[in-house]
């Protein structure tokens, strides 16, 4: 393939709170998740000079209310296609009614235009959750948030990406000692449930490559983590390397990063 146009990637929002990736590709702009409302989400992209007008879809990831919250309005009120997989679709009845739908399976690829999109299953507490990587003019974006362990099929999948969106949810030592129940720490410490700091680290350094230019870290919690703490594992990983390493917050969109 020819790289005669970049992929662009905006964080717009992190966290348990709601959660949407932008990413562009020629003259494809799609949301994966749309978590806040659809005001919110419009107000983000303004922030960072894309214009809503210019989305061309929305790809759903899980069902859970911080991907969903504003998908089923920004599809109806900029007329989107919307990419989930039935079992999600199913399971997301505060969508409502789109008009423009695609069912995609994980383990089978599609297409938004020009850009490959692979569809693959993490392990998480939602019916059908997907983790993705997308691919245009030679560049491969990896994105892997809400798992609760990193499986052989997701380091496959995920191997030889230019750009890593990968959870780093919590750090244990402050999940542990923190306010949760029991029973939600065991959720987000299980194998359907989140990965930790120390797993995020150990996940990089099994797929640095050189053509790996930026990770960026997501879904941190706010009562069980910080940014400075999650930024200082997964350094470790990186090893002085050319790599670069952002943190991607709730309160409002992170740089747009170019390849």
């Not at 890593?164 to 939600?184: K, R, T, V």
């Not at 999650?230 to 990983?237: I, M, N, P, R």
């Amino acid at each position: 393939m020819t790289k005669n146009s970049s992929f662009s990637v905006c964080p717009l929002a992190s966290g348990s709170k709601g959660n949407s990736l932008f990413v562009s590709c020629n003259n494809s702009s799609i949301l994966i998740d749309a978590g806040l409302s659809g005001v919110e989400i419009e107000r983000r992209l303004s922030a960072v000079n894309i214009d809503p007008q210019s989305l061309t879809g929305i790809i759903i990831t899980h069902e859970h209310s911080d991907h969903i919250k504003g998908a089923g309005v920004l599809s109806r009120r900029f007329n989107l296609p919307l990419y989930i997989s039935q079992k999600t679709y199913q399971a997301a009845k505060s969508i409502g009614k789109i008009d423009d739908l695609y069912f995609f399976e994980c383990g089978t690829p599609f297409k938004i235009d020009q850009i490959h999109v692979s569809p693959f299953s993490i392990s998480h507490d939602a019916k059908d959750p997907a983790g993705l990587t997308m691919e245009s003019n030679g560049y491969k974006i990896g994105i892997a948030t809400d798992l609760g362990i990193a499986t052989n099929l997701v380091k496959d999948h995920l191997k030889n990406s230019n750009i890593l969106y990968l959870e780093s949810n919590h750090d244990p030592d402050m999940l542990i000692n923190g306010p949760y129940p029991w029973f939600l720490k065991q959720r987000i410490k299980g194998r359907t449930g989140h990965l930790s700091n120390m797993d995020a680290k150990i996940l990089v350094s099994e797929l640095k490559t050189d053509r790996l230019k930026h990770v960026i870290l997501a879904h941190l919690s706010e009562e069980n983590n910080c940014p400075k703490k999650a930024a200082k594992e997964v350094l470790k990983s990186l090893n002085a390397s050319n790599i670069e390493l952002h943190v991607a917050g709730p309160n409002q969109p992170g740089k747009v990063i170019k390849l």
